[in-house]
């Protein structure tokens, strides 16, 4: 099958093995895969993965389960035991054996095929576009936010980053009728905040005033840490959404002085967010800058490193 590969450098394969389902798993086979901040940090070491990429996808069962087969589905990226202490505790996201789709132990979805735990998939409604259910799993992400924090219409809160997941977890954001300000330094984003009607604000020009209630960082960068530790008020809110390669020098004395509550916030409710794309809350298509066939997979991620572009798809089969 065609696969984009990481292996200490990125290749494009034409002839990588096909997928083989485990038991318990659906082959599905991939229409459209979206490249996002953490498959660019694979390629800079983080998680010192090897193999196919790619986390974000929809596609259509070509093999499991009768009642999946034909369905086009989008699926969550953990896969896990179901068995251990974690799971058994509701914590399967967090399960001790899990291995990730592109992420960690699991070849991912830049490929012809893709192998995916039967628990994994969700089927994507009609009234969803390809176009549009290639963002449920960062959209999920970003509805995680308001499952860990509760956001109140008082309450002052500022999302750090117009990337990629910044720019969607405005969005959600933007639902909860919260006083929210977003920051960024990419004219490009910044300005389709604006289009969105959410307030958006060059990180040059904001006063670090320590009064925000709640701070997401969605960066991509340690600084961005930095940043929302002058944002946010005494026993506020961090809620950290960046990964990324490498060492992070970062003073926390202010954490500890000021008593701030960090959460690191991952994964999130794909029901939640398939829901909000049927109900048209956020505007996902208007974020693809382009699109490239998969056998331009190399220069596709060249593309998602690019400021000027929001969102880089990866093609890889007609529906």
């Not at 009064?211 to 530790?229: I, K, N, Q």
Request: hydrophobic share 45%; aromatic share 4%; net charge neutral.
């Amino acid at each position: 099958m065609r696969a984009l590969v990481f292996d200490k450098s990125l290749r494009f394969d034409a002839q990588y093995p096909d997928a083989k389902p485990a038991p318990g798993e659906c082959l599905v086979r991939v229409h459209l895969a979206g490249i996002c901040s953490t498959d660019i940090q694979i390629t800079r070491g983080y998680m010192g993965f090897s193999g196919v990429l790619g986390h974000e996808f929809v596609g259509t069962v070509v093999d499991g389960p009768d009642e999946w087969r034909s369905r086009r589905v989008a699926g969550e990226i953990n896969c896990v035991c179901g068995k251990c202490a974690l799971c058994q505790a509701g914590l399967a996201n967090h399960c001790r054996a899990r291995t990730v789709l592109g992420i960690a132990g699991h070849d991912g979805a830049f490929a012809d095929l893709v192998a995916v735990p039967v628990r994994n998939l969700h089927a994507v409604p009609d009234a969803i576009t390809d176009e549009e259910a290639v963002f449920i799993e960062p959209v999920a992400a970003a509805w995680q936010v308001v499952k860990q924090v509760r956001i109140e219409p008082r309450m002052q809160v500022a999302v750090i980053g117009t990337g990629r997941l910044g720019l969607l977890v405005a969005q959600v954001l933007g639902t909860q009728a919260c006083k929210l300000e977003v920051i960024g330094r990419n004219p490009t984003t910044l300005a389709l905040c604006e289009r969105r009607h959410l307030r958006a604000t060059h990180v040059d020009d904001v006063p670090r005033l320590n009064d925000r209630d709640v701070v997401v960082e969605c960066t991509g960068s340690p600084d961005g840490l930095a940043l929302a530790l002058q944002l946010v008020r005494p026993r506020g809110t961090i809620v950290l959404k960046s990964t990324y390669a490498g060492d992070a020098r970062i003073d926390l004395a202010p954490a500890v002085i000021h008593e701030i509550t960090i959460l690191g916030s991952r994964c999130g409710p794909f029901g939640d967010a398939i829901a909000s794309l049927v109900r048209r809350e956020l505007d996902v298509r208007g974020m693809i800058s382009k699109v490239f066939p998969i056998e331009r997979g190399v220069e596709a991620m060249a593309a998602a490193e690019d400021p000027a572009n929001v969102k880089v798809l990866l093609k890889v089969n007609a529906r």
